[in-house]
C-alpha cells in the first residue's frame, strides 16, 4: 500500500475518532475518541471518553480502549494493529499502549495543541511529554503517526466551548 493510499486510510479512520469524540461529548464526558483497527484495516473497537459519566480517572478513551483490547485480543495480535486518537495520548494512555503491546498509533492533533484548545481547564491538566518520548524509554518500538494539521480544525471544533480556561474566559 502506498503513501498516498495510507494517508487517506489515516484520514478517514481520524475522522471517525472525531465522531466517537463528538458521542462522547454528547454523552456528557469530555471530546476525545478513539478505535481499534486490525493489520487488514476492520474497525475492532470505538471508544469515547467516560471519565465523567464513570467516575474514572482512567477514563480516557484510549486507556478505556486498551483495557477492553487487552480483555479480548492477544499481545501478539495487538501488536499488529494501530489505535486512532484524535489528540495524541497522554503518558497514561500511552502506558496502557504500552503495556498492551499494541504496535502503532495515530494521532489527530499535538499534545501541545489540545493544551492550546483546553488551556487551564482542571479537567484536562496536560501533560508536555509527547507520546514518541514515552515509547522512546521502552523496550518497543512503536510506531507513532501524527499529528495531521488537515484535521486541526475539524478537532478544534468538537472541542469548542467545552472547556472552562482561562483562554475561554478571556
Given amino acids: 500500500m502506498g503513501s498516498q493510499e495510507n494517508q487517506k486510510e489515516h484520514l478517514t479512520f481520524l475522522r ?3 465522531e466517537i469524540s463528538r458521542m462522547a461529548r454528547d454523552s456528557g464526558n469530555t471530546p476525545f475518541g478513539a478505535l481499534l483497527v486490525d493489520k487488514d484495516g ?21 486507556t478505556a480502549l486498551m483495557e477492553r483490547a487487552s480483555h479480548t485480543y492477544s499481545p501478539d495480535f495487538l501488536w499488529d494493529c494501530t489505535l ?3 489528540a495524541e495520548p497522554c503518558a497514561m494512555c500511552a502506558g496502557a499502549m504500552y503495556w498492551g503491546n499494541l504496535g502503532r498509533v495515530v ?18 491538566p496536560t501533560f508536555d511529554l509527547p507520546c514518541r518520548e514515552i515509547f522512546a524509554r521502552g523496550q518497543k518500538r512503536i ?16 472541542h469548542e466551548g467545552f472547556w ?7
Fill in 16 to 18: 471517525r475518532a472525531i
Fill in 42 to 62: 476492520r474497525i475492532l473497537m470505538e471508544q469515547g471518553n467516560v471519565e465523567i459519566t464513570e467516575h474514572r480517572c482512567t477514563g480516557h478513551a484510549e
Fill in 84 to 86: 486512532y486518537t484524535t
Fill in 107 to 124: 494521532y489527530g492533533i499535538s499534545e501541545k495543541e489540545l493544551l492550546a484548545l483546553t488551556g487551564d481547564d482542571p479537567q484536562n
Fill in 143 to 158: 510506531e507513532v503517526i501524527g499529528p495531521f494539521p488537515e484535521l486541526a480544525d475539524e478537532i478544534a471544533a468538537i
Fill in 164 to 170: 472552562n480556561s482561562s483562554k475561554a474566559k478571556a
